[in-house]
């Protein structure tokens, strides 16, 4: 049986129409395409129809934070876009998570379809613990994304985006069902980029990864079809 595909395509692109090019290339090859800030602030939500259109499923990714209402109701607006997952910032507080995943259910119930995975994001890969002191947040980051993925999980919330290295650790914290979503994948000839802890596709599978975001190894390569295939067939068992 061929295992489950992970994969969720970054689509770090400034143009709606390469990023339909490349959903369309890659589409029967991976599991979604993740939009981001930038593809959203110009292409708005027209390129997320397009993107369910074509039968795949789309990650939004704009991490929402701001007072309960507004999460809610921009959760609300993404939910009747039909994404399948859409990020939000934990540091928002439990009321926050807690309106944000309500809003999910019940915009769902209402128009009939599955809610999309409110995924909860903890502290930000950019930031170290100097810069958390920084805000006023006392403790190093590993304390400070535990102590935030506990908080989701009493808010309700059914998964969270982490860096690979923190996979193994939330694994042990999380309830079973959770889904873990992890940027930061990089194979052995693959170029890091900015990224700096990164863990192959199959080692982040292993890890606990129930979703893997893959950006420039797969968009940025000559071939990328041929590129996410070869990562899907990293991940079957020989
Ligand atoms: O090109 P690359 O594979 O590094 O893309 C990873 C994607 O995941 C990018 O869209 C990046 O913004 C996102 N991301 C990340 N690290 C985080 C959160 C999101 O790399 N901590």
Redesign the pocket.
């Known amino acids: 049986m061929a295992a489950r595909n992970p994969i969720y395509v970054?689509l770090?692109v400034p143009s709606p129409d390469v990023a339909l090019k490349l959903a369309q290339t890659l589409g029967p090859a991976v599991a979604g395409f993740?939009v981001?800030k930038e593809l959203f602030v110009s292409a708005g939500p027209e390129l997320v129809r397009q993107i369910r259109g074509a039968g795949a499923s789309v990650f939004l990714?704009l991490k929402f934070h701001d007072i309960p209402n507004t999460v809610a109701k921009a959760v609300a607006a993404a939910t009747r876009l039909d994404v399948q997952l859409l990020t939000i910032h934990t540091c928002g507080g439990l009321e926050m998570m807690k309106a944000a995943e309500a809003s999910a259910q019940e915009t769902a119930r209402s128009t009939g379809r599955p809610a999309p995975v409110v995924l909860g994001v903890t502290v930000?890969?950019s930031m170290s613990t100097v810069d958390l002191n920084q805000v006023g947040v006392a403790g190093d980051v590993a304390r400070q994304v535990e102590r935030l993925v506990g908080l989701g999980v009493q808010a309700g919330l059914r998964g969270f985006?982490c860096?690979p290295l923190e996979l193994a650790m939330l694994r042990q914290v999380v309830p079973d069902s959770t889904q873990l979503v992890t940027?930061?994948?990089r194979g052995p000839g693959d170029a890091a980029?900015d990224?700096k802890r990164t863990l192959s596709a199959p080692e982040a599978m292993e890890a606990g990864a129930t979703w893997l975001?893959?950006?420039?190894?797969i968009c940025a390569s000559p071939d990328p079809r041929a590129a996410a295939e070869r990562i899907l067939a990293s991940l079957s068992p020989a």
């Open positions: 970054a770090d993740k981001g990714d930000l890969t985006v860096s940027p930061g994948i980029g990224q975001v893959i950006g420039r190894p």
